[in-house]
């Protein structure tokens, strides 16, 4: 039988609907055998993944074989034993633009969207790494995946005469087929006397119909979901500033400055996504926080924005990721990602030197890589959020490669990750250029816990740490926990119900952790003590603490994220339990590493408190509504200022003591 799962109406349903009768044009009767198992899924999707949609995922599972069609073997030679299939996975990019808006480059294929390149070639292979790695993800064993580009509107003898995984217009089953025994993936494999074709011969074919159901399956929104994504895409900016920005994108670098908690990370989407629909514009928003990007792209995921592969897309990257595709491109350095991160610095000094001495020549580096790699380098608008701690020659090197009028960034004050000074993205630009926007009411945090935190940052001593909150948010509530969480499962099930509650779902709660709380076997093995926990209490875990689960994001409604909190700047919760609390000032006070040059009256155990201090108020500002801070015991300073803090909200905070001592966390 052949199936089709997706959206009636759709490009994507319509093209499978074509391809399912060239499949019974060239194997009549396979539509109506019950043995044989064909399905369709059309505008899948592989959510957790970079590349996210597909447009069509083809599987086909033969219960006898089949023979290629004869037209098919017209080419080969006639000693050469018939191929024969058992089983297919197929992924197909659908083009349907006409053949003067596509170039070839031997096998290689662009198409062009107005001005725009697309390497649609690079796309297609995008896909199949992507349906290979969905697998995975789901603990299982991938097929042979094949990567086809079907460029419906151009006809065959227009294509180009090498081998390659294009099909055109007027292209049969058989076609099809041929092109997937040139490539070789899977290669026909001789089987009792036969050579035949068994993408699956690895892949237990019973997990077929899981796959499909996770790749037709959408995203489901919580509560907290939809009001971000109405947030976002029905413009909540206010409107006496928004034509003072908006109607200057391209013209002036703009910031956005405030606190954490302030808006300005929605406000940084909410003008992404307006560039997005009102200019068709490409924007790429840059974060040094992985865990934030991950939440950030299934945020986007749900709102539909693109992943890429069309001309307009709203794109997240690390910072880190996005440094590395210049200087690779650059010709700096030929390393991977992960040895390239330790010698950022390095590489980044010298990409800018290649850069400046490029511009003064009158070169245009900018268009040479476009041209070479539009869908890492062709952007209308370039975001950063967090940037305030960025180094200064990062922040240069943009400016070398882009103009800095295609920038918006958010600064952050005092939220310092990266480092502990603070840097001015105007030192390099006339102030006329440039529009500073500023934030200072609490978007996030309701009421309650805006005056915690005054107080709480009053008696750690932090100078001109101030929030002001909105009125509209009122409520809020601090539960400070004196002991380990997991001493008392009956505490957990009672913070779990009340975010239910509230009409929220596990994943709006966050847990924050120190590295104290974090085991590491090996590089795959990276696990918090608090997942463990969790799932010996029977609740499903994202466990963002493993540097591979934060690059992709929760898929299910039911997860509690889980990071540590080098990883927590941006994100926000219903609910947001930190763990370690004071284990985290003292790790902090730890890294504080003193300014090179110091003054005669340089204070280094005073800068490292108020570094750490900072840094405390960082986890502190994540939570809508409920905050529990855990600690070991009160014999600590850290302990002793949130005590100070909670006699001055007595209607606000909670002081709790674990029922033992005993517990890992």
């Not at 089953?173 to 009792?192: T, Y």
Request: overall charge neutral; aromatic content about 10%.
């Amino acid at each position: 039988m052949i199936r089709i799962i997706g959206a009636e109406g759709s490009e994507e349903f319509s093209a499978a609907q074509r391809l399912r009768d060239l499949i019974v044009e060239a194997w009549p009767g396979v539509d109506t055998d019950q043995h044989d198992d064909i399905r369709i899924v059309a505008g899948a999707k592989c959510y957790g993944q970079t590349t996210t949609d597909i447009d069509l995922v083809v599987f086909v599972l033969l219960a006898k074989l089949r023979p290629m069609p004869h037209a098919a073997l017209a080419d080969a030679a006639p000693n050469v034993d018939p191929i024969f299939i058992r089983s297919l996975c197929l992924t197909i990019e659908l083009k349907s633009h006409q053949p003067d808006k596509v170039i070839f480059d031997g096998n290689q294929v662009t198409v062009f969207y107005g001005e725009r390149r697309h390497q649609a070639s690079e796309q297609a292979q995008k896909q199949q790494v992507a349906l290979r790695r969905f697998y995975e993800q789901h603990g299982m064993n991938p097929p042979f995946v094949t990567d086809l580009i079907w460029l419906s509107n151009v006809p065959k003898e227009c294509l180009p005469d090498v081998m390659s995984n294009i099909i055109g217009a007027q292209a049969t089953w058989g076609d099809i087929l041929r092109s997937v025994v040139a490539l070789g993936r899977p290669w026909p494999k001789r089987v009792a006397g036969v050579r035949e074709i068994n993408a699956f011969s690895y892949t237990n074919v019973t997990q077929t119909t899981e796959i499909i159901n996770l790749l037709s399956k959408r995203l489901e929104m919580s509560k907290l979901d939809r009001i971000r994504v109405d947030r976002i895409t029905r413009r909540h900016i206010g409107q006496s500033q928004a034509p003072q920005y908006i109607e200057k994108m391209g013209k002036q670098l703009l910031i956005f400055r405030g606190r954490g908690g302030t808006g300005k990370t929605i406000r940084l989407l909410q003008l992404a996504y307006d560039m997005y629909i009102k200019q068709d514009a490409r924007v790429l928003i840059l974060t040094y926080n992985k865990a934030l990007v991950a939440d950030l792209q299934r945020l986007f995921v749900m709102i539909n924005a693109g992943d890429g592969a069309t001309p307009r897309a709203i794109i997240f990257k690390t910072v880190h990721a996005f440094l590395y595709q210049i200087v690779k491109h650059l010709g700096s350095s030929q390393t991977h990602l992960d040895p390239f991160i330790p010698q950022i610095a390095q590489h980044t000094q010298q990409a800018l030197h290649h850069l400046r001495k490029a511009n003064l020549q009158n070169q245009q580096p900018l268009d040479a890589l476009i041209a070479a790699a539009p869908e890492h380098f062709d952007w209308d608008y370039i975001f950063v959020d967090e940037s305030q701690d960025w180094p200064a020659d990062e922040r240069d090197l943009l400016f070398a490669l882009y103009d800095f009028r295609r920038f918006v960034v958010a600064d952050g004050v005092d939220q310092m990750v990266r480092g502990a000074q603070h840097i001015n993205w105007r030192q390099v630009i006339a102030s006329k250029d440039s529009q500073v926007v500023t934030f200072s009411k609490s978007l996030r945090l309701k009421a309650g816990l805006c005056q915690f935190a005054q107080a709480f940052a009053l008696h750690l001593n932090l100078p001109n740490w101030n929030l002001e909150p909105d009125a509209d948010l009122y409520g809020g509530r601090v539960i400070i926990l004196e002991g380990p969480y997991s001493a008392d499962r009956s505490f957990h099930d009672e913070l779990v119900q009340t975010t239910q509650a509230a009409h929220n779902y596990p994943i709006d709660m966050l847990f924050c952790v120190p590295p104290a709380l974090v085991k590491h076997r090996d590089h795959q093995k990276v696990h918090s003590l608090i997942a463990d926990q969790l799932q010996a209490w029977d609740y499903r875990v994202w466990d963002g603490a493993a540097d591979h689960v934060r690059s992709n994001y929760p898929l299910y409604l039911d997860q509690i994220r889980i990071v540590q909190y080098d990883s927590c700047r941006g994100l926000e919760a219903w609910s947001s339990i930190n763990l370690g609390f004071d284990e985290l000032y003292d790790y902090k006070r730890r890294q504080y590493t003193p300014p090179a040059q110091s003054t005669l009256f340089s204070d280094d155990d005073r800068e490292a408190h108020y570094f750490a201090a900072r840094w405390l108020m960082i986890p502190l500002t994540r939570a809508i509504d409920t905050l529990v801070i855990q600690i070991r015991s009160l014999d600590h300073p850290i302990a002793q200022a949130l005590k100070a803090a909670a006699q001055e909200c007595p209607s606000v905070v909670e002081w709790r003591k674990s029922p033992t001592k005993r517990g890992k966390v």
